[in-house]
C-alpha cells in the first residue's frame, strides 16, 4: 500500500530519474545528485514503511549516477583507468535503456488511460436471460462440494499479507545532503586534511555514508575543498580550502544554498 | 420507424404548458436516447417516477415516451422489446425468439462459477444474512456484479432488510442452494475450524511478513 | 431505418450461394432479431462464432449482419449501441448519454487506477505473458501490491507458468480488461513502437547521463 501512497509523485527510481531529467529539464551537471537523493529521501519519509527493496534500487542508481557525476568532476581524464571506464560507459549505457524503456510504458499507460476513460462513458448491458429461461440453464454448481465452498470461505476471508516489513528495529532515517553539507562545513575546517574513510567511520547506515559523499561532491563543486585519490578504490583525502571555521563563508550560506544550486 | 424524433410529441405538449422554459429538439431528442440508455444498462425494471426524476419531466411524460418507444420497437420488428414489469421499465428478449434465446441459455456461455463467485456465495452461506456491504468489505471488491450472477442462478436472494438506520437489503442462500450442495440446512455446511489457512498465508508467516491486524490475534505488548 | 428487413443484404447474398436450401425473407429477418435477442440477454460479449453456430450461419454472415446493425442503431440515433469488445458483441449505453447514465448508476463505477497501477498494466499488455520478476526489472520497484490490485480488479490474471527452471508465475491481461478498455482483442492496442521515445527525449536523456565534461570545461581527448 505504500506505493500508493507514492505513486503522486515518483513510483520508482526510473520514474524519480526520468522527472529530474526531463520533466525539469535539468542535466545531471546543472543539477546537484543532492537534490535526487534528497528528493528520495522525502519520498522515503512519505511512505508509512521504509521499503527496502525500494531503496535498494534506489540506492544502486544512486551509486551510478554519484560515478558518472565524480566522473566528469575529475580534472584530468587521463588519470582515468580505461577498464573503469569502460565499465562506466556499460552502466551508462544500461541506465539509459532503462530509462528509455521506463518512459516507453510511461507514455503507453497514457494511452490505456485515454482509452480506459473513453471506454468509461458507456455501460455495459448485464441483466441476463429473463427468469423464465433460468430453469434451463446448467447449475453452476456441479461437481461442487460443500468442502470446496468452506476452503473458498477460508480463502475469501484469509488475512491478506501485507507486504510490509517489521521496522521496531530501525531508527527513522531523516537525512539530507544539505544538513551534510553543513556538518561538513563546521567539521572540515578544524580537521584540516582527512580522509573520507576516517571522516565517514562513524556511520553506521550505508545510506548516511551516500550522503556525505554527496555533501562532500557538492563542496568540491564550490571550490570549499580539494579532493585526492591515489589509486581506484583507494581512500580519498580532502582537504578543506575553504577559509577559517565559522568565517564569512560559512555554514549557513553553503548548506542553505544546496537546495537552490544548479549552477 | 423507431426514429426517436417521432417520440417527441409528448415533450412538444410539455413545452406548450411551459412556455418560458422552451426545449430545444435536441435536448428532447437526448430525452428518448436518455431513457434508452438507462433502461438498457439497469439491472432491474426503472420504475417511472425514477426516470422522471433523473430526467427532470413530469412522471406522465416519462410514460407516454416509454410506451411510444415499445411500440416503435415492436413496429420496427425489433428482436427486443421494452416491457413494462414489476412496476418499471426493462428491455427483454422478444418471446417469438424464445427458441434462440433458450439455444443460447443451454449453451451456455460459462458453465461454471468463477473463483469469485464461489467465494462470494461462500460468504453468503457462512456469512447469512448479511448486506452487500458487508460482503465487500470481506472480499474487498464490489460484490454486485456477482451477487446478480448467484441471484440469476437462485442460489442466493434478498432475504430482508436490517433492522438498523439504513435498512440495508440482507442476503442469503436459497433452498435451491441447499438442494445442490445436498445439504439439509446451512448448519451442515462443514465448520470453518477444521479448515487451516491456505499455503499463502503459512509463506506470508514464513517469511516474516506482518499480517493485517484483524487477525493478528495479540497485539505485541512492546510498547 | 434499424428495420431488420434492411440488413438482410448479407443473407440474401448467403441464399444463392445455397440455392437448394432458399431461406424465405421472414426466416432471415428472424436472423437479425435473434442477434438481438441474444446479445441482448448475454452478461458478457458474444463471440460470432456462438452465434454462427446458434444461428447455423456461417461466422462471416454473422459478423456483417452484427457490423450493419451497429451502423443501423447508430444512425436511427438510439440511447444504445451495439459493439465488438473482448471477442464478441454486447450491448452498451452510447457514451453522449453519459452524463445521464452517471447519475443512474451510481455504484458499480470503479476508481480510477493509479498512475503504477496503470505503468503496470501497460507492462503485461505489451509483453504477456511475463513473470513478476520481468515486471520489476522494467519499473525498478516490486510490482507485487500493483499487480495484486490489478488482479482484484479483474484487469490481470495468473495465465500460466514458466516452463523454465524455477516455474515462474506468468501474467497477461483478461477479458475484462478488454471491455474495460473498449478493445476487440490486445492486438488492437497501439503498436508499443509508437511510444518508443523520440530523438529528442533520447538526447535529453544522454546529456543528462554524459560522461564527458561539461562544454566549459575541456573535453577528453579520448586518449
Known sequence: ???????????GPFDLLLHLILREELDLYE??????????????????????DLATEFLLIAATLVELKARRLLP??????????????????????????????????????????RAARSFPRRLGPEEHFLALTPDLLEGITAADLC?????????????????????????????????????????????????????????????RFLALLELFKQGLVELEQADAFGDIEIRWTGGEAGSGDG????????????? | ????????????????????????????????????AIV???????????????????????????????????EAGHGFALVRVAGGYRYQSHPDLAPYVERFVLEGQSARLSAAALETLAIVAYKQPLSRAQVAAIRGVDPDAVLRTLQSRGYVDQVGRDPGPGQAVL??????????????????????????????VVEALEAGLRLAPDVDAPPPDGG
Open chain 1, 1 to 11: 500500500m505504500a506505493y500508493e501512497v507514492s505513486t503522486e509523485v515518483f513510483d
Open chain 1, 31 to 52: 543539477i546537484s545528485l543532492a537534490r535526487i537523493v534528497d528528493a528520495y529521501l522525502a519520498e522515503v519519509e512519505r511512505m508509512e514503511a521504509f521499503d527496502l
Open chain 1, 76 to 117: 584530468d581524464p587521463d588519470d582515468v583507468d580505461l577498464d573503469d571506464e569502460l565499465v562506466l560507459w556499460e552502466e551508462r549505457d544500461l541506465l539509459l535503456a532503462r530509462l528509455l524503456e521506463c518512459k516507453t510504458f510511461k507514455d503507453a499507460a497514457g494511452v490505456l488511460r485515454r482509452l480506459s476513460d
Open chain 1, 151 to 211: 476452503r473458498a470461505f477460508v480463502r475469501a476471508t484469509a488475512p491478506r499479507p501485507v507486504p510490509t516489513v517489521d521496522l521496531d528495529h530501525v531508527a527513522p532515517i531523516r537525512l539530507s545532503v544539505a544538513e551534510a553539507v553543513d556538518e561538513l562545513v563546521d567539521e572540515l575546517p578544524r580537521a584540516g586534511r582527512i580522509t573520507f574513510r576516517r571522516l565517514t567511520s562513524g556511520l553506521v547506515e550505508r545510506l548516511a555514508v551516500i550522503v
Open chain 1, 251 to 263: 555554514r549557513v550560506p553553503v548548506g542553505a544554498a544546496v537546495d537552490d544550486y544548479e549552477g
Open chain 2, 1 to 36: 420507424m423507431s426514429d426517436p424524433e417521432e417520440l417527441l410529441d409528448p415533450l412538444r405538449l410539455d413545452q406548450d404548458a411551459e412556455p418560458d422554459a422552451p426545449r430545444r429538439p435536441d435536448a428532447a431528442a437526448d430525452v428518448v436516447r436518455a431513457i434508452e
Open chain 2, 40 to 74: 438498457l444498462v439497469a439491472t432491474e425494471p426503472v420504475p417511472p417516477d425514477l426516470l422522471a426524476q433523473l430526467l427532470e419531466l413530469p412522471v406522465v411524460t416519462v410514460e407516454q415516451l416509454c410506451q411510444r418507444l415499445a411500440g416503435a420497437y415492436e
Open chain 2, 171 to 200: 442476503w442469503g442462500t436459497t433452498p435451491l442452494f441447499l438442494e445442490r450442495l445436498g445439504l439439509d440446512s446451512v448448519a451442515d455446511l462443514p465448520p470453518i475450524a477444521d479448515f487451516v489457512p491456505g499455503a499463502e
